[in-house]
């Protein structure tokens, strides 16, 4: 545990010296986390091979058919992930590129208002995931019924969110 203690001392001297350095050059707050992870990055890249000399391990190997077959199975997700870093802010460069700038505004307003049904929504369809596949698992009759019991409880959380939300819209926007 002191050597934890001792990182942790160096990280948070070497971020404030990093910090004072970059005020006085007058560079914003985000080229101080650029450094701070390259640094890191740096860092990583010097200590690994040091590492594996000292403790004398073997070297990895890479297995190609196993890293082929993988990548060859694994596209479909990749094109999963690429969507859903794309499409989530696809609606907001199409505003603002037919209405501007304004609108962009209160729609991204809006959005992450809603946002927030949202996660309350996923949180409590999150926390009854495990039950579900239990009640699956061990009594698949009653599952159906579970489920719109589960469906209705889902809709019951995010309702007064919403009318909450859409009565609060018109002030929180004016504002």
Do not use: H
């Not at 959005?111 to 409590?124: A, H, K, R």
């Not at 579970?146 to 926007?173: H, I």
């Amino acid at each position: 545990m002191g050597y934890i203690a001792v990182c942790s001392i160096v990280e948070s001297v070497v971020m404030l010296c990093m910090v004072l350095f970059f005020i006085r050059r007058g560079s914003g707050a985000a080229v101080v986390g650029y450094v701070y992870l390259v640094s890191l990055a740096a860092l990583a890249a010097v200590m690994l091979p040091c590492l594996l000399r000292e403790k004398a391990l073997a070297m990895p190997t890479i297995d190609l058919i196993f890293w082929r077959n993988m990548a060859l199975w694994s596209w479909p997700f990749a094109v999963c992930a690429i969507a859903s870093m794309v499409i989530p802010n696809t609606d907001t460069v199409m505003i603002s590129f037919f209405l501007g700038d304004t609108p962009v505004a209160y729609y991204s307003a809006c959005v992450t208002m809603l946002g927030i049904v949202g996660f309350v929504q996923n949180s409590v369809a999150s926390a009854m995931f495990p039950a579900m596949s239990n009640i699956n698992a061990n009594n698949p009759e009653a599952l159906p019924k579970t489920y719109e019991k589960a469906f209705k409880l889902v809709s019951v959380t995010g309702l007064p969110l919403c009318v909450c939300g859409a009565a609060a819209a018109g002030p929180l926007l004016v504002a």
